[in-house]
């Protein structure tokens, strides 16, 4: 075990100054690219807790991804509040909105719930694009200031991602040693089989609450973050087809681990970059590929990648696997 | 090994980044049709020697997703400029080049395309989209990146933030001086004192609605009744039945080219055959009148542009378009014309290509004749002075006033 | 009194339209047991290829629906072999991506053959009736819900009364038990889908006159047959369109009383309540699944 967690260590490290290195000789506008898509990680992350811990499936990340932006840009420019209060308030906020909320949806089965936040990604973009004292309306919210702490404000891109990029590092540990907790256990339980877990004494409703809080929360460090990278929010940014983005991500990356997140945000991510020669024929390209991925490897990349290791491995040993 | 796979990976997403992100401040990408720029070239033989290095003026507009149609007319319209400009000499003896990017219809789409096109050190100026979220959210991009970019948006929170920012200008036809022409008409000329606003929540149509209440009470009147719905919003019975309670003598429409039509047809479907409308200019497109045909005979509009428009420069390219394209010129389309022309003109005032230097020449134009209007860009906000005002007449929209307006000084 | 039976008049009308599009979405959820999130494509392209036999070729437009809806049949059945055939073994999720994939393709593909100007389609019956408590019904309303019934009885009568539609439903309800008994699987649910998309596409090309058609429209048609068909209930092709019909009138009066702008919010705050109060619907399934 210990040499285990050694070198999950090293690689982690290894793999963090390759990334770390990135930036150089990029301009801004890769930088951009890069720095909303480490943002988009934090939210298919909080995909990845619900569905690939706790099996649900919610269409309403995109909505909590704005709840969170909107509620850092008014404590910012509204109450004044500086950008490091606001950053954590606006995560816990977004927490208990959707902590909260899961006491109301949860009551409902597995693809109940997916209609239920379905309805609510509705609403929440309604309320975006409408309600004006609190969202500027249609227009949005304009000039939110960057992030400053202690007084040093991120003015540069390249400043904005070495930000964003220990926050994700961060996150991605919390993620592992939830993975490791009992609570992680019990997100994992409900996944296999919910009336199995509830005949081990998992709350069902109060396990799937806190699932659906933790993903609340990192949709709401992803909206304080980009409040303050973009300096501008509106509606448009916060849709129902945001959210159908993240859980392609995910699929592609594959659903069994945070690992799988990275990968799936940083392809397709990347990808609508690379293929802006074919914008005409992007998302049609695009389409099509998610199907074709669907049939050859439902399980995503890593399931693919696990499915191949352990086929290498099996000619090396004989009996049960102890992966 | 999972671990070692991991690893790989990660470091081939920085490399392909790095890889992406060195080689983007070379060439971009060009969607443009490179035949047109070298055949034109080919065929100037008079006088200029046209070096071969094009100048490039980036287009930052929507390709896909909701919005697509912007971008078909911005693409077509950007075609023939390059091509008219290019087959006469070019600009300072160089043909001119547009470089498309495709903004998604999303903030963080239109922010990478703009940024793209920005970290192109061959790039002198950006033409943006017509959507004023769009425009606000490039808005502070430009300030940075410090090239010449423009707005089509029409609202006035984007004229105040033009006229604080040096890089951005709004060329678009004054919707203000357009919507008071148009109530102006209205009240003044036929007589109506009594109306019911509708409009759309969206970002243009709700300022419109707020131009259209502003020029109302100018005249003392207040609207009845103004009832709102979102993009997208099929069935008006509530909200036409909103408005009937108030029996208004006219209606005032601010919305999209879908919604106008729609209304118009279930306002007559609903026996007011004979209500007069007063709509956003987007009634007076010919795509809305294309789609609810018939029910738009009698609407009256404050149009920045429509295919008979009695603009000689605009009748000219309108037909042009028409030739070419097989369907009727838009206002998304005659926008570009005169955004890359403008552009053109401020790059031959400058006598050079440094972005700065454009941006100087730009406040020098005061009078420029677009296709659709004359513009005024001595301050950066609401360059564009006029408009007409229309009615349609057997599904054709007619020019009944022109509109022109000085800008305050 | 007049303004009120507008209200329900329009309510009702638009109703129908939803649950049309929500009937054909039943059809594949009682088949394969996952929602079809490209019904709202099926729409859209179903209204186009309308729009190209009788726009495009000139053809009239009862010709046009007929040769739309054979049209969509086949669309139909190749949607189920790309989409769903090869994932039937996965995870629901995997068919949820696949079709979500599909829907992609289904927009971008109308917008690069069509463009993506709107365009609009020949209407069946033109001229507006007037009702006798005051309210006015718009011609192509009416072929609507006429249309609408027709096509109710038809597939009750199918899935009912005949042979195939007892093969349909048993593949329905137990794909295994079902393979096992001798039933071809595969063609059964490609009569599905192909029914599903018949229906769909025929309703937009219904639709087109009054809408209009643009390569977006799929999604918010899509989203209020979701809505009609979780407060309906899934089970059954009556709760879908009464829960169409019900989304209708709640968006309508909703509007009318409550507020225009947030019409769409209103029916998903109704569909939580729903949600909350009685998740199978109005009326249930017949056949549950146990635990």
């Given at each position: 075990?210990?040499n285990k967690?050694?070198?999950?260590?090293?690689?982690l490290?290894?793999?963090?100054?390759?990334?770390?290195?990135?930036?150089?000789?990029?301009?801004?506008?890769?930088?951009?690219?890069?720095?909303?898509?480490?943002?988009?990680?934090?939210?298919?992350?909080?995909?990845?807790?619900?569905?690939?811990?706790c099996?649900?499936?919610?269409?309403?990340?995109?909505?909590?991804w704005?709840?969170?932006?909107?509620?850092?840009?008014?404590?910012?420019?509204?109450?004044g509040?500086?950008?490091?209060?606001?950053?954590?308030?606006?995560?816990?906020?977004?927490?208990?909105?959707a902590?909260?909320?899961?006491?109301?949806?949860?009551?409902?089965?597995q693809?109940?719930?997916?209609?239920?936040?379905?309805g609510?990604m509705?609403?929440?973009?309604?309320?975006?694009?409408?309600?004006?004292?609190?969202t500027g309306?249609?227009?949005?919210?304009?000039?939110?200031?960057k992030?400053s702490?202690?007084?040093?404000?991120?003015?540069?891109?390249?400043?904005?991602?070495?930000?964003?990029?220990?926050?994700?590092?961060?996150?991605?540990?919390?993620?592992?040693?939830?993975?490791?907790?009992?609570?992680?256990?019990s997100?994992?339980?409900?996944?296999?089989?919910?009336?199995?877990?509830?005949?081990?004494?998992?709350?069902?409703?109060?396990?799937?609450?806190?699932?659906f809080?933790?993903s609340?929360?990192?949709?709401?460090?992803?909206?304080?973050?980009?409040?303050?990278?973009?300096?501008?929010l509106?509606?448009?940014?916060?849709?129902?087809?945001?959210s159908?983005?993240?859980?392609?991500?995910i699929?592609?990356?594959?659903?069994?681990?945070p690992?799988?997140a990275i990968i799936?945000?940083?392809?397709?991510?990347?990808?609508?970059?690379?293929?802006?020669?074919?914008?005409?024929y992007?998302?049609?390209?695009?389409g099509?590929g998610?199907?074709?991925?669907?049939?050859?490897?439902?399980?995503?990349?890593?399931?693919g990648?696990?499915?191949?290791?352990?086929?290498?491995?099996?000619?090396?040993?004989?009996?049960?696997?102890?992966a | 090994?999972?671990?070692?796979?991991?690893?790989?990976?990660?470091s081939?997403?920085?490399?392909?980044?790095?890889?992406?992100?060195?080689?983007?401040?070379?060439?971009?990408?060009?969607?443009?049709d490179?035949k047109?720029?070298?055949?034109?070239?080919a065929?100037?033989?008079?006088?200029?020697?046209?070096?071969?290095e094009?100048?490039?003026?980036?287009?930052?507009?929507?390709?896909?997703?909701e919005?697509?149609?912007?971008?078909?007319?911005?693409?077509?319209?950007?075609?023939?400029?390059?091509?008219?400009?290019?087959?006469?000499?070019?600009?300072?003896?160089?043909?001119?080049?547009?470089v498309?990017?495709d903004?998604?219809?999303?903030?963080?789409?239109?922010?990478n395309?703009?940024?793209?096109l920005?970290?192109?050190s061959?790039?002198?100026?950006i033409?943006?989209?017509?959507?004023?979220?769009?425009?606000?959210?490039i808005?502070?991009?430009?300030?940075?990146?410090?090239?010449l970019s423009?707005?089509?948006g029409?609202?006035?929170?984007?004229?105040?933030?033009?006229n604080?920012?040096?890089?951005?200008?709004?060329?678009?036809?004054?919707?203000?001086?357009?919507?008071d022409?148009?109530?102006?008409?209205?009240?003044?000329?036929?007589?109506?004192?009594?109306?019911?606003?509708?409009h759309?929540?969206?970002?243009?149509s709700?300022?419109?609605?707020?131009?259209?209440?502003?020029?109302l009470?100018?005249?003392?009147?207040?609207p009845?009744?103004?009832?709102?719905?979102?993009?997208?919003?099929?069935?008006?019975t509530?909200?036409?039945?909103?408005m009937?309670?108030?029996?208004?003598?006219?209606i005032?429409?601010?919305?999209?080219?879908?919604?106008?039509a729609?209304?118009?047809?279930?306002?007559?479907?609903?026996?007011m055959?004979?209500?007069?409308?007063?709509?956003?200019?987007?009634?007076a497109?010919?795509?809305?009148?294309?789609?609810g045909?018939?029910a738009?005979?009698?609407v009256?509009?404050?149009?920045?542009?429509?295919?008979?428009?009695?603009?000689?420069?605009g009748?000219a390219?309108?037909?042009?378009?028409?030739e070419?394209?097989?369907?009727?010129?838009?206002?998304?389309?005659?926008?570009?014309?005169?955004h890359?022309?403008?552009?053109?003109?401020?790059?031959?005032?400058?006598?050079?290509?440094d972005r700065?230097?454009?941006?100087?020449?730009?406040?020098?134009?005061?009078?420029?004749?677009?296709?659709i209007?004359?513009?005024?860009c001595?301050?950066?906000?609401?360059?564009?002075?006029?408009?007409?005002?229309?009615?349609?007449?057997?599904?054709?929209a007619?020019?009944?006033?022109e509109?022109?307006s000085?800008?305050?000084? | 009194?007049?303004?009120?039976?507008?209200?329900?008049?329009?309510?009702?009308?638009?109703?129908?339209?939803?649950?049309?599009?929500?009937?054909?979405?039943?059809l594949?959820?009682?088949?394969?047991?996952?929602?079809?999130?490209?019904?709202?494509?099926?729409?859209?392209?179903?209204?186009?290829?309308?729009?190209?036999?009788?726009q495009?070729?000139?053809?009239?437009?009862?010709?046009?629906?007929?040769?739309?809806?054979?049209?969509?049949?086949v669309?139909?059945?190749?949607?189920?072999?790309?989409?769903?055939?090869?994932?039937?073994?996965?995870?629901a999720?995997?068919?949820?991506?696949?079709?979500m994939?599909?829907?992609?393709?289904?927009?971008?593909?109308?917008r690069?053959?069509?463009?993506s100007?709107?365009?609009?389609?020949?209407?069946?019956?033109?001229?507006?009736?007037k009702?006798?408590?005051?309210?006015?019904?718009?011609?192509?309303?009416?072929?609507?819900?006429?249309?609408?019934?027709?096509l109710?009885?038809?597939?009750?009568?199918?899935?009912e009364?005949?042979?195939?539609?007892?093969?349909m439903?048993?593949?329905?309800?137990?794909?295994?038990?079902?393979?096992?008994?001798?039933?071809?699987?595969?063609?059964?649910?490609?009569?599905t889908?192909?029914?599903?998309?018949?229906?769909?596409?025929i309703?937009g090309?219904?639709?087109?006159?009054?809408?209009?058609?643009?390569?977006?429209?799929?999604?918010?048609?899509?989203?209020?047959?979701?809505?009609?068909?979780?407060i309906?209930?899934?089970?059954?092709?009556?709760?879908a369109?009464?829960?169409?019909?019900?989304v209708?009138?709640?968006?309508?009066?909703?509007?009318?009383?409550?507020?225009?702008t947030?019409?769409?919010?209103l029916?998903?705050?109704?569909?939580?309540?729903?949600?909350?109060?009685?998740?199978?619907?109005?009326?249930s399934?017949?056949?549950q699944?146990?635990?």
């Open positions: 075990m210990k967690k050694k070198s999950s260590i090293i690689v490290l290894t793999a963090l100054a390759v990334f770390a290195l990135a930036p150089l000789g990029m301009g801004n506008y890769m930088l951009r690219v890069l720095n909303v898509a480490l943002i988009t990680y934090l939210c298919v992350l909080s995909v990845y807790v619900l569905l690939g811990m099996g649900q499936n919610s269409f309403a990340q995109a909505g909590l704005g709840v969170g932006a909107y509620m850092a840009a008014n404590l910012v420019l509204r109450a509040f500086p950008p490091v209060i606001a950053l954590f308030a606006a995560t816990a906020g977004t927490a208990l909105f902590f909260v909320l899961g006491f109301a949806f949860f009551r409902l089965r693809y109940y719930f997916t209609f239920a936040s379905v609510l509705t609403i929440l973009n309604g309320l975006f694009m409408n309600w004006e004292p609190v309306g249609a227009l949005g919210m304009q000039n939110i200031p992030f702490v202690f007084g040093i404000m991120l003015e540069s891109e390249k400043a904005n991602f070495y930000f964003i990029l220990i926050i994700c590092v961060l996150t991605f540990v919390v993620m592992r040693i939830l993975f490791y907790s009992s609570i992680g256990r997100f994992m339980a409900i996944r296999d089989n919910e009336i199995a877990a509830n005949c081990m004494g998992v709350n069902s409703l109060l396990t799937k609450s806190i699932a809080g933790i609340g929360a990192l949709c709401g460090i992803a909206g304080a973050l980009y409040a303050f990278l973009s300096g501008y509106s509606y448009q940014t916060f849709t129902y087809q945001q159908t983005m993240y859980l392609i991500m699929m592609l990356g594959g659903t069994i681990s690992v799988g799936g945000t940083m392809i397709i991510s990347l990808l609508q970059e690379f293929v802006r020669p074919l914008a005409n992007m998302q049609l390209i695009y099509a998610i199907m074709i991925l669907m049939v050859v490897q439902p399980e995503g990349i890593l399931g990648g696990k499915a191949l290791y352990e086929t290498l491995h099996k000619r090396k040993r004989t009996g049960p696997d102890a | 090994m999972k671990k070692a796979f991991v690893l790989f990976l990660s081939m997403v920085s490399l392909s980044l790095a890889a992406c992100g060195a080689s983007s401040s070379g060439n971009a990408p060009v969607m443009e490179t047109t720029t070298s055949s034109a070239a065929a100037d033989n008079t006088g200029s020697t046209t070096s071969e094009p100048i490039r003026i980036g287009l930052a507009t929507v390709l896909t997703g919005r697509a149609m912007e971008g078909e007319y911005a693409s077509n319209a950007a075609k023939i400029i390059t091509e008219e400009i290019n087959s006469s000499g070019g600009i300072l003896g160089r043909p001119i080049e547009i498309i990017e903004g998604l219809g999303t903030d963080v789409g239109a922010v395309a703009y940024r793209k920005a970290d192109d061959s790039i002198v100026a033409v943006g989209s017509d959507n004023s979220n769009d425009n606000i959210a808005a502070n991009e430009a300030k940075q990146a410090q090239i423009t707005a089509q029409s609202s006035p929170t984007l004229r105040d933030i033009c604080e920012n040096p890089w951005l200008f709004q060329l678009r036809a004054c919707e203000e001086t357009m919507i022409a148009l109530i102006g008409y209205a009240v003044e000329e036929l007589g109506y004192t009594k109306f019911a606003l509708i759309d929540t969206e970002t243009n709700s300022d419109q609605a707020r131009l259209f209440t502003m020029a009470e100018k005249r003392g009147i207040k009845l009744a103004t009832v709102s719905f979102t993009t997208g919003t099929k069935d008006f509530s909200h036409i039945t909103k009937q309670q108030v029996q208004p003598e006219a005032i429409g601010a919305c999209l080219f879908n919604e106008a729609i209304i118009a047809e279930q306002i007559r479907a609903f026996g055959t004979d209500m007069p409308i007063f709509g956003s200019n987007a009634w497109d010919p795509v809305t009148i294309g789609l045909g018939e738009l005979n009698g009256c509009s404050a149009a920045a542009w429509v295919p008979n428009t009695t603009n000689e420069k009748a390219f309108s037909q042009k378009y028409q070419l394209y097989g369907h009727e010129c838009a206002k998304a389309a005659a926008q570009i014309y005169d890359v022309s403008i552009i053109c003109e401020a790059i031959t005032i400058a006598g050079n290509t700065a230097a454009i941006r100087d020449a730009m406040n020098q134009i005061t009078d420029y004749h677009g296709a209007t004359i513009y005024d001595s301050t950066n906000g609401d360059c564009g002075r006029g408009g007409l005002v229309v009615r349609i007449e057997n599904e054709v007619v020019v009944l006033q509109i022109y000085e800008k305050d000084k | 009194m007049g303004q009120i039976m507008q209200l329900f008049v329009s309510g009702l009308s638009t109703g129908v339209v939803y649950g049309l599009i929500a009937m054909g979405m039943v594949i959820f009682r088949a394969v047991g996952v929602m079809n999130f490209a019904q709202g494509e099926f729409l859209m392209f179903g209204g186009y290829l309308c729009y190209t036999f009788n495009l070729l000139g053809w009239n437009i009862m010709i046009s629906l007929i040769l739309a809806s054979v049209g969509m049949g669309v139909g059945v190749l949607f189920m072999r790309a989409a769903y055939w090869p994932l039937r073994k996965a995870q999720r995997a068919i949820i991506v696949s079709a994939g599909a829907s992609m393709v289904f927009k971008e593909g109308s690069l053959i069509w463009g100007i709107p365009v609009k389609v020949d209407r069946v019956l033109e001229a507006p009736v009702l006798a408590g005051g309210g006015i019904i718009q011609g192509q309303y009416l072929a609507i819900m006429i249309v609408a019934a027709i109710m009885l038809f597939v009750y009568l199918l899935l009364k005949t042979f195939v539609g007892h093969v439903q048993a593949t329905a309800q137990d794909q295994y038990m079902a393979s096992m008994v001798g039933v071809p699987v595969i063609f059964s649910i490609a009569m889908f192909a029914l599903s998309a018949m229906i769909t596409g309703g090309g219904l639709l087109a006159p009054l809408f209009f058609l643009n390569n977006t429209m799929g999604a918010t048609a899509g989203a209020k047959a979701f809505a009609a068909i979780v309906g209930g899934f089970g059954s092709v009556q709760g369109v009464l829960g169409g019909l019900i209708g009138l709640v968006e309508v009066f909703g509007g009318a009383y409550i507020s225009t947030y019409q769409l919010v029916i998903y705050i109704v569909l939580i309540i729903v949600l909350m109060v009685r998740p199978q619907g109005i009326f399934s017949k056949i699944e146990k635990a």
